[in-house]
């Protein structure tokens, strides 16, 4: 009874076609057709697992944001295996958001894509606001975090910083795909350092020796 | 012989219109025949100005932004004559990158659909990176001016903070437009002025009284 194995892993090799088709010619450039033959199948094959470009679109953009979520949750857990401060932690998770190798350039153009079609789909932007809350409230909650344990001072409004740290870090990565040699990787990570470097200004008493 | 205003004003109604075509549906919709009925025109006349689809949108994009430009240049101007600080015509002049009303929400909409599209059209990508650097020098001539002028600390380092404030700035504007609820106009120009104040803490030789 292989069949819910078979329909996820379908759903997975149409969706990542989606992506790469993305990724080389742009969403202009995605139908149903060159899906199917990117992902080796035929068109009624990809007609049965999505009815419509729609829900093709929507189930990619999903994904990719749920791919990154994922990613975000695994280096928070292995830094806190491995007793990294909050701050660095966050600053790997917001690096997750920057073009800076193929692997997260190939997210952004996804996420760059999907922002223009979002302004006119419905659906498309609530999967995007629900995702770029999400992120905010992990960053929030990295703040409070930090409040708690000493790494950040009383009376920072966590919110409020969250909201300018992601924005920083989305307009950062802008400029990096905009302008990769006016935007070199050492600044975008001194840059994410610094910002974070103003909300993160002590130590976490639970790290503290003695 | 009024055949070179002809031709400007028949340009300028053709890009308009690809502008109002992308804002209410988005850049996949342009298409020489719907540009022809919005601007009221035959497509044989469009084609007069525009031998392919990409030429139309590579004049819109360069009108845009030429136009954004044009805007804050009298900004600074008037600011100028009106004897206010740098800083406060920054703000208003980064504040035009923001969807903070109809007019610039049509602006940054036009903007975000062509970001998706210049990531794959080497010319579209010449103009958004042109446009980007003749931004980020404008901040920093403002702050050169404000270190030349006391409004800045010496030993500010003027294009590393244009690049930071710049994509501060963009990163605050595609979150008003995500989010605008969680994103209040009071916010961003509150975060606008805020992250300013950091590299604004004089007080200009010139305007001084005394």
Same mark, same amino acid.
């Given at each position: 009874m292989p069949r819910v194995a078979d329909h996820d892993a379908r759903h997975g090799q149409i969706t990542d076609a989606v992506q790469r088709l993305i990724v080389r010619h742009g969403l202009a450039a995605v139908t149903v057709a060159r899906t199917a033959a990117e992902a080796g199948m035929s068109v009624g094959l990809v007609q049965h697992y +999505?009815?419509?470009? *729609?829900?093709? =679109? =929507?189930? %990619? +953009? %999903?994904?990719?944001? /749920?791919?990154?979520?994922?990613? #975000? *949750?695994?280096?928070v857990n292995r830094g806190e295996a491995e007793g990294r401060t909050i701050a660095e932690m966050l600053r790997q998770a $917001?690096?997750? =958001?920057?073009? $800076? *190798? *193929?692997?997260r350039r190939a997210e952004f153009l996804v996420r760059l894509a999907f922002a223009d079609r979002a302004a006119h789909n419905a659906r498309l932007a609530a #999967?995007?606001?629900e995702t770029l809350v999400g992120i905010r409230s992990r960053v929030a909650q990295a703040i409070d975090? /930090? %409040?708690?344990? /000493?790494e950040v001072a009383q009376g920072i409004d966590a919110a409020d910083q969250a909201l300018q740290i992601v924005a920083f870090t989305e307009g950062l990565a802008l400029h990096a795909h905009i302008d990769p040699d006016g935007t070199p990787k050492p600044a975008i990570l001194a840059a994410l350092d610094g910002r974070l470097g103003r909300v993160f200004t002590g130590t976490c008493r639970h790290t503290q020796p003695g």
């Open positions: +999505f009815t419509a470009k *729609d829900e093709m =679109l =929507l189930a %990619t +953009f %999903t994904r990719v944001n /749920g791919r990154f979520t994922a990613r #975000v *949750d695994e280096l $917001l690096a997750e =958001l920057v073009p $800076l *190798d *193929d692997a #999967v995007q606001r975090n /930090g %409040t708690a344990c /000493g």
